[in-house]
């Protein structure tokens, strides 16, 4: 590879070991049981900017476990749907873009959770449950003036005590576009840990990886691409469009190497939509090498 965001992974370590005594419903994973005060707090701190939780460690490896889980599940269902619109081309264009954005999107999330990020989305519901669990904790946290109805994006920092056998749970809001929180926690992640990565051509390719992700330059951000053309652009769909602006993308995808070949060796536009599609294959593709290799770790 190239940007090697699954060394950055494995290097993470920490909280989650074995997957002894794994519990494979949702009703474990780690959002259910923040909303529905499934977690025991042994400590909890806030103000109006972030709250922190202490639990055991043992308790939040099991909801990270039981998410990472579901997740793997998640990812292989979406690449059987992508490399099904892939074989098909000529039928299939418009629509093997937008699954191939799915499928780096969850990949993304997974990779993110391995790394301590959770994204956390909340429904109305889900605010007001969560609200009333905190507000008999303290009369100031994050969520005291969110007004009823109101959808919400949580970011979680999970990190690990192991003296102590605890887990620090750093909450923070983050607005309510999901999309542009899960890039830029993997943003954050990447550039954290570049300086880790082996050579200078790996951290140049880190380097066009985040301006692929949007962060932090003025790049559109891969959900702005996907944006574009499921929702602005109809004329993209018609064939004699879609086949050129395409052509690149079908030719990347499912081959990491010859996707960043392409990346080094052209002076990239930002808003060239040729470019811009062909980018996508590079996201994908990387992204699907990275959580590959976290599976194989944790033998999901």
Request: glycine share 4%.
């Amino acid at each position: 590879m190239s940007v090697s965001l699954f060394d950055i992974s494995i290097r993470r370590s920490g909280f989650i070991d074995e997957f002894e005594s794994l519990i494979k419903t949702s009703d474990n994973s780690f959002k259910n049981s923040l909303v529905s005060g499934k977690i025991s707090y042994q400590s909890f701190t806030a103000d109006f900017n972030k709250v922190e939780i202490g639990a055991s460690n043992q308790e939040i490896s099991s909801k990270i476990k039981t998410d990472l889980f579901l997740g793997a599940e998640r990812v292989r269902r979406q690449k059987i749907a992508l490399d099904n619109a892939l074989s098909k081309p000529t039928e299939n264009g418009p629509w093997a873009l937008i699954t191939s954005y799915y499928f780096s999107f969850f990949c993304a999330i997974e990779i993110s959770k391995y790394c301590g990020r959770f994204t956390v989305n909340l429904s109305p519901e889900n605010v007001t449950d969560l609200k009333a669990q905190w507000d008999a904790q303290s009369s100031d946290h994050i969520l005291r003036n969110i007004q009823q109805g109101q959808n919400l994006t949580l970011h979680c920092k999970i990190s690990n005590d192991t003296k102590f056998n605890t887990s620090n749970i750093e909450i923070t809001r983050c607005g309510s576009k999901p999309h542009d929180v899960v890039w830029q926690v993997l943003s954050g992640i990447l550039q954290a840990h570049k300086s880790g990565l082996k050579n200078e051509n790996q951290q140049s390719d880190a380097d066009l990886f985040l301006k692929i992700l949007g962060f932090p330059t003025r790049w559109p951000k891969p959900n702005s691409i996907r944006n574009s053309w499921n929702y602005q652009r109809s004329e993209y769909f018609q064939k004699s469009n879609y086949q050129y602006l395409l052509d690149q993308f079908f030719k990347n995808s499912g081959n990491l190497n010859q996707s960043y070949a392409w990346l080094r060796q052209h002076s990239i536009s930002p808003n060239d939509p040729t470019q811009q599609t062909a980018r996508i294959s590079v996201l994908s593709n990387t992204l699907e090498a990275s959580s590959n290799k976290v599976f194989e770790l944790l033998e999901l």
